[in-house]
């Protein structure tokens, strides 16, 4: 009688690879906070900076006791998205760059938005955003 | 002579209150992963059950060699965003839900896209946002 050999044949699944960078900053000079056309060519720039490649963009600009305030942008990308959100009555602003694939370098985009806006403090977390 | 009082006025800098709820998810039925319907309906949901008010909303479907693959979502909320992003050649999503202010919940929204995605494994972490 013939031997039998058992194969198991194991469905591999695939390494889905995500890296998070995010931020809180504070002591940023407030005029830059409410500056959209600034800060949307800062998140431009930043994509270019750590190789992230910009599908379509949102932005708004809101109101506080009917003055200008801080505005929002996000970015969606191949890579996964950018966003930042500011608060000139703060001084403050948030920032998540977070891109899957290795051919990425989010952090490049991130120190590269930091540069720009000059907070006094930075409080930076990195999360893997991977299956594995 | 008269005393002199010297009186120090400080500039209050305004609290900022923010939280990052966001996680990936694993085990995920791969159909549940390319149907862009059910996901649009399911984060527009979410927002409600967290008390979070939507703004506007980016798609995007991905194709991987040729064939329908994973999605993005993103929604700019009043209170800063939620972001999905699907890879069902893996069976893998992550979701953000960040929010800032104190009266929505970004847990009762996180939990109800983890609800509707019944993922056979969650890794879930909390980021403060704020500046204080």
């Known amino acids: 009688m013939a031997s039998i050999r ?10 889905i690879i995500g890296m998070h960078v995010y931020g809180n900053m504070s002591g940023i000079d407030e005029k830059l906070l409410t500056d959209m056309d600034f800060l949307l060519l800062k998140v431009k720039e930043s994509a270019k900076a750590g190789n992230l490649h910009i599908i379509e963009i949102l932005t708004k600009k809101f109101k506080l006791h009917g003055a200008e305030a801080g505005v929002s942008i ?9 966003s930042l959100h500011t608060w000139p009555e703060g001084n403050y602003a948030t920032l998540d760059v ?3 694939g290795a051919a990425s370098n989010p952090d490049a985009a991130f120190k590269y938005i930091v540069a720009a806006l000059k907070p006094t403090s930075v409080k930076i977390s990195r999360a893997s955003r991977s299956n594995c």
Chains 1, 2 share one sequence.
């Open 6 to 15: 058992k194969i198991t044949l194991e469905r591999q699944v695939p390494k």
């Open 74 to 82: 996000i970015a969606l990308l191949e890579e996964s998205h950018i």
């Open 98 to 100: 977070y891109s899957c």
